[in-house]
Structures are given as C-alpha cells and as structure tokens.
C-alpha cells in the first residue's frame, strides 16, 4: 500500500470548508509506543502510521478560537474554549496519513454534544484552564462527563526558540491533514488544511495526567521523545467522504 509523504503542507487541498477553527498555544507531547498497543484502538480498515518501526501517542494541550460553520467568522463564545486531546496516528488503505482522537477534553459543553452526535468523536465535558506567565504556558482539565472518571491533566511547558528545520519526528507528529473515526457504521476521514506549523522547541517543567491511561492505553514509561509548543494557525476543515476501502463491520 503506497502511503503518502509527510509533507509540511496539505497535499490534498480543502476546496469546499464546512468548519472553520483557530488552534493557538498548543503543547504537543509524544511518547513512543510499539504499534500493537495502539492498533486495538484504531478505526476498522486503518492502521497505525509508524516511523523508523514505532508510532506515538500525543498528548495535546490548546485553545480552540471562533470555531464555526463554513467560511463564517466563527462564534466567540460556544467557539472558544480551552481543550486537551489524547490522539494516535493512523493510515487508512487510500495511504491518508490522519490522527485518531482516543478523547477530546473540551470546557464547552455545546460544543460536546455537537460532535458526539454528527461525528461519533469522543469529546468529554471539563474544567479546563489555560494561562501564559512569560515564556510558560499551563493547562489544567478535570473531566464533568461522560466518564470513565477521575480523568484530569496538569502540564507546564516553558516555550524555547523557534525551529528552523523540524526534525522528521516533529514533522511526522505535527504535519496531519485529517483525521479518521468510526461513525454510522463506517470509518470517515475528514481532511483539513492549515498553514505550515509555526514551531518552537519547548521543555516540559510538570505533567500530571490520567487522560492517557483513562482512554484505555497504558501509562508512559519515561518522559516525552518530544515536547513541542506552537503559537497556532487558523485552520478548514472539508466534507466527510467515506474511507471508500474501508469495509464497515456491523
């Protein structure tokens, strides 16, 4: 199965958007797991997307900005919120590198709903914080529903200088142009597009979490490979097609 490049910038271009969001002050951390510990969790017909013979779990604190429906400027209050995700990578039989979303923490309970019933994805309704001291930028999420419970995260990131060249880990953690989920019966692959990320080297100064082993996965062993901090880009997303070679299951 030929699969597509890592590739700074979308090789399949949004033409028609149906949400438009703005991603700001994101921390990504990523640990490298074995591909056979993720592959249980991912949508029917993909499987994990490795690099040098291992993938990662992400764990990803930001801020989503104005997120809205089509071309619109986006709402300012239920389309702006703090959330925290826990995400894997994936490749479906059409070589489409994405990102498979185990949890999606979000303080905006509208928001929740919204994507639990058009996509199936699984948001979780939270406390959620996020405050910038200089060059240190905290998260905190306490999870309100649905369970399983207790699922919190607290993580500090101190932002470094920017990176000129991104390595091929960072590249292949940050540069996705969709995502893949299971719903109605089918595995969907909704691509989006966005500028190249704007990224900075970052160092982790503290992490409490319990949203990686609440979404089923083991606890990580060790510190992140990597902790990246980015100030954020303005981001499309397109129509949903059906991963055609994807079979549904019953």
């Known amino acids: 199965m030929p699969v597509e490049d890592v590739t700074p910038q979308t090789p399949r271009p949004v033409r028609r958007s ?3 969001q703005r991603w700001h002050d994101l921390a990504f951390l990523h640990w490298a797991v074995p591909p056979r510990t993720v592959a249980p969790f991912l949508p029917a017909g993909t499987v994990p997307d490795t690099l040098d013979g291992v993938t990662y779990v992400g764990l990803i604190g930001f801020r989503m900005v104005r997120l809205g429906l089509f071309n619109g400027p986006g709402l300012p209050y239920l389309g702006t919120f703090c959330e925290t995700n826990v995400r894997l990578y994936s490749v ?3 070589g489409r590198r994405a990102v498979v979303f185990l949890s999606l923490e979000a303080e905006r309970l509208v928001p929740v709903l919204t ?8 948001y979780k309704w939270a406390r959620m914080r996020l405050e910038k001291d200089g060059d240190v930028v905290r998260y905190t999420s306490r999870r309100r ?3 399983p419970r207790p699922a919190v995260n607290a993580m500090a990131v101190r932002v470094g200088p920017p990176i000129a060249a991104p390595t091929p880990l960072e590249h ?3 540069a996705r142009w969709g995502l893949h989920t299971r719903a109605w019966g089918r595995t969907l692959h909704l691509p989006n597009e966005h500028p190249r990320w704007p ?3 970052a160092d982790l100064l503290d992490l409490d979490d319990t949203l990686i082993t ?5 606890a990580p062993a060790g510190p992140p490979a990597s902790v990246l901090f ?3 880009v303005p981001v499309r997303f397109g129509p949903r097609p059906r991963c055609a070679e994807c079979r549904p299951t019953g």
């Open 18 to 20: 149906v949400l438009v």
């Open 92 to 94: 479906d039989p059409a």
């Open 115 to 122: 994507a639990h019933a058009s996509l199936r994805l699984p």
């Open 145 to 147: 529903w649905p369970g």
């Open 172 to 174: 292949f953690v940050t």
């Open 199 to 201: 990224l900075h080297r």
């Open 214 to 218: 609440a979404a089923g996965l083991p």
């Open 230 to 232: 980015s100030p954020g």
